[in-house]
């Protein structure tokens, strides 16, 4: 229950927000922000929070976490907005869907604010005047694309000051016929201009008309008897059109849109931005976002649009979306046009072409999603691996790690899990149970001590090979006793270590004091990962041997049923579903059981369960 004191507080605050436009931000008992979201009228929107019952899941979660309030008052909602966009980069608040990496992707740059301007790759963004196309996703591909345009187009590549007070030798980029040398400063800033219009068009999709003046251009430079310039532009030409051959057609009527799509797994996603331009698709970009765990999928698409468009300077004029994305965008799209002066006209198609590259972004969407987690799993395990190794004081990386775990139910049907990792990965085929046998009621540090025992000498008697280390799921108790086995076994060199669920402390042999490492580091995620996963198997087969108790009890408790009929019973049902849920017509079909017992097997089930409910 939320503590009145803090509600009052909150409710005193909210009483001086009036309906105002602006951003609120909501802080844990850490002071961190853990949400930031705006509004037309403040108080009103911050006070539904308040509501512990709320019918959306993720106020709910909020709610139990909020401690205190602050908010920044704008003066329209769309200030508000660019406002949110800067307050969730600052923060990155957890609750908030966001774009996952906070590095800025790179631009190509045409610096139109110069006279003579050049084409190159850049991460800042700048309201110079200067043209920016972007962002790119994938660094490579902008090298790519800014290494064609230099092979197509004859700019300048040196960074100087033109037009020079003196002008100067050219670089050897003019002589392969890379660049026209302004710097020799006989190059005319018509000529240069009409060379970046060129590239602007390129850059901008717009390729099919730029072909056609190239080749007015060509037919011109003919008639005129210059032959050179026209066998230029010819070969530019064709280089063009060798690059427009490459990519697919998706719309004749020569079209120019954004299909916008995303997968998300749990907190994760991945969103696919396919640009047509020209009716062509002509690039594929891939955002990681994060914060979806309990967000609709509007809020997703409000999101990110907010987070891209707001850095785009080059919009289509028409942007598709997935149906289930439907709802009111209206405010993203008033900022967008006062920022870009285009108002892009939102589709959400069911059916047809748009809806068949809607699939399309949908599953690279889903490929890039899951190549993304296989790779960061991959990079988490082999920095766990190497974690582990320095900070537990390992002599070599544990490529086979084990974890031990005692579960019991009151002190009743006291049994042992144990899980074995190999490689950071789960190695099911080294998973083993184990009914203690020693010790009854409740005593984890004499299971611990069996099961070591157990486990450790098997391996000595079977001439298998030891774990590179063994991870005990309990404190310093657990672990001495642990410990004790394995010195009795004359295996006191084997690394053993114990993590305490509480504090997620790790214990070591010996010492009675733990050691707390960074709970978010890879080494510490996958250790939970393994306490959990031996604490998961152990519940489970724990569980189900009190589920064999209790219907072995339930089946005895009814009469006329012998050794012979219960075992038929067992079997019968066994991998279907649990004899105590078993129907009339199901029980009748059981070999042995005819119709007057079964309908009496049947009676009595619901007799015991009724008082198992009803004690």
Request: glycine letters at 6%.
């Amino acid at each position: 229950m939320k503590d009145p004191f803090v509600l009052k507080s909150i409710q005193e605050k909210i009483k001086n927000l009036g309906s105002v436009p602006g951003c609120y931000l909501w802080k844990n008992d850490q002071n961190e922000v853990i949400y930031v979201g705006k509004a037309i009228k403040l108080e009103s929107r911050v006070r539904s929070y308040l509501n512990p019952n709320h019918s959306d899941r993720k106020t709910r979660a909020l709610y139990e976490e909020l401690q205190d309030l602050d908010w920044i008052a704008t003066g329209t909602e769309a200030e508000a907005l660019i406002l949110e966009a800067t307050l969730i980069k600052k923060y990155n608040p957890k609750f908030n869907v966001r774009l996952k990496d906070d590095k800025r992707y790179p631009f190509i740059c045409v610096s139109t604010s110069e006279a003579y301007p050049m084409v190159f790759l850049t991460r800042k963004v700048k309201d110079n005047g200067d043209r920016f196309f972007g962002p790119y996703t994938d660094v490579k591909a902008a090298r790519d694309s800014l290494e064609l345009i230099h092979r197509i187009f004859p700019v300048r590549k040196t960074k100087l000051k033109l037009p020079l007070a003196k002008p100067q030798r050219p670089c050897l980029n003019f002589h392969m016929n890379r660049c026209l040398g302004p710097c020799q400063g006989n190059i005319s800033r018509e000529v240069y201009s009409e060379l970046i219009d060129q590239i602007l068009s390129f850059l901008e999709g717009k390729k099919e008309g730029l072909v056609q003046r190239l080749k007015t251009s060509m037919m011109a430079s003919s008639e005129k008897m210059e032959y050179e310039r026209a066998l230029y532009l010819r070969n530019r030409i064709e280089q063009i059109n060798q690059i427009r051959q490459k990519q697919t057609v998706v719309s004749l009527d020569g079209g120019e849109e954004d299909i916008i799509a995303f997968a998300r797994r749990d907190n994760e996603g991945q969103v696919i931005v396919l640009e047509v331009r020209g009716g062509r698709l002509e690039n594929k970009k891939s955002f990681p976002i994060t914060g979806l765990e309990m967000s609709s999928e509007e809020e997703i698409i409000q999101a990110f649009l907010r987070d891209y468009y707001l850095k785009v300077n080059l919009l289509p004029n028409l942007i598709i979306l997935p149906v289930s994305a439907k709802g009111n965008y209206q405010a993203v799209l008033e900022v967008i046009r006062d920022n870009t002066g285009i108002l892009p006209k939102l589709k959400f198609p069911e059916a047809g072409q748009k809806k068949s590259l809607l699939r399309l972004a949908e599953k690279n969407a889903e490929l890039s999603l899951t190549e993304r987690i296989l790779a960061t799993k991959l990079r988490d395990q082999s920095v766990a691996m190497k974690e582990i190794q320095e900070k537990l004081k390992l002599s070599s990386s544990p490529r086979v790690i084990e974890c031990y775990d005692i579960s019991h139910f009151q002190g009743s049907l006291p049994v042992a899990s144990g899980v074995m990792f190999v490689d950071g990965k789960p190695y099911k085929s080294g998973y083993r149970h184990y009914k203690i046998r020693g010790y009854e009621g409740i005593n984890d540090p004499g299971m611990m001590h069996e099961v070591i025992g157990r486990r450790l000498s098997h391996l000595l008697n079977e001439e298998e090979p030891l774990p590179d280390l063994i991870v005990i799921d309990g404190g310093w108790t657990q672990l001495s006793r642990a410990a004790e086995a394995a010195l009795a076994l004359d295996l006191g060199h084997l690394p053993m270590v114990g993590l305490a669920k509480k504090r997620e402390e790790i214990y070591f042999p010996g010492e009675k004091d733990p050691y707390t490492f960074d709970i978010h580091s890879p080494m510490m995620r996958l250790l939970r990962m393994l306490r959990d996963e031996a604490h998961r198997f152990g519940v489970t087969y724990q569980r189900d041997l009190r589920k064999k108790k209790t219907l072995k009890s339930l089946l005895d408790d009814i009469p006329d049923i012998g050794a012979v009929r219960r075992r038929a019973l067992l079997r019968y049902f066994q991998g279907k579903k649990k004899v105590e849920d078993a129907t009339f017509p199901e029980l009748k079909q059981v070999p042995g059981i005819g119709d007057k017992l079964a309908e009496k097997i049947w009676e009595e089930i619901k007799k015991i369960k009724e008082k198992q409910k009803n004690p």
